[in-house]
């Protein structure tokens, strides 16, 4: 599985929705959206069953990445060790005991090294996507139309559009794809579903993106980065650029 074009939230449920099926993202096993499921005397949904599956099969969406080999995760075995302890609950003095780590002072120092890494990543993963989406990608003017910059004729915008809402400009998207040009052109279309000069709770954004694409947190967050939509500081307005 390749996951660089994966999303964290996705990474966190250990599954996403690709071409119509929830898929797993550390086997092949897929579930189709429009299709329920019998398990253990009751049915499930495609999202319920792949969410089944993976608590079945790998344990957890959290298990399943850390058993990801450590070229991927790149996590030594202790901080493997040490996590899986910090995931069960453990006190430092039961980890000191249970782990090859015989010391409490140690193990406070992984828990430490580890929130370090984990503020580090962070920083290191706004960077990554900064240099992915430099600023000559950023939409200006209100976002009400894209600029000579993008070079993108009429033609080839119908061309996107028909193939990504095959059930009618009004519908929903399989995939939300990955090429600037083609985000840009699904990110002003879906703009067409918000009313300039209306503002927005975060709930509703959610509800009107969620009729495009079940990763409606990968949408909106997509319209705050590229210029079409901007919101208040604790994120509980939104509104159209002007």
Request: hydrophobic residues 35%.
């Amino acid at each position: 599985m390749d996951f660089q074009n994966i999303t964290v939230d996705a990474l966190m449920k250990g599954y996403q929705l690709t071409d119509g099926h929830y898929q797993c993202l550390h086997c092949v096993q897929a579930f189709a959206i429009h299709e329920v499921y019998p398990i253990h005397d009751k049915f499930l949904t495609a999202e319920g069953m792949v969410q089944a599956h993976i608590q079945q099969v790998h344990g957890s969406a959290f298990h399943a990445l850390l058993q990801m080999d450590k070229k991927t995760s790149g996590l030594s075995e202790v901080q493997e060790e040490m996590l899986q302890h910090f995931y069960e609950g453990l006190s430092d003095k039961e980890i000191a005991v249970e782990s090859s780590v015989n010391n409490i002072s140690t193990v406070r120092q992984h828990r430490f090294k580890l929130r370090e890494k984990e503020k580090q990543a962070k920083v290191f993963l706004a960077l990554m996507q900064l240099l992915a989406e430099p600023h000559h990608y950023k939409i200006h003017k209100g976002a009400t139309q894209v600029d000579e910059r993008y070079g993108i004729e009429e033609q080839e915008r119908e061309k996107v559009l028909q193939n990504y809402f095959k059930q009618g400009l009004d519908g929903s998207i399989e995939t939300i794809p990955s090429k600037e040009k083609r985000k840009l052109i699904i990110l002003q279309h879906i703009l067409q579903r918000f009313t300039a000069g209306q503002v927005y709770t975060e709930k509703e954004v959610n509800e009107i993106l969620k009729t495009v694409h079940a990763d409606f947190v990968t949408l909106r967050r997509y319209l705050i980065e590229y210029g079409f939509m901007e919101r208040n500081t604790d994120g509980s307005s939104y509104w159209m650029k002007e």
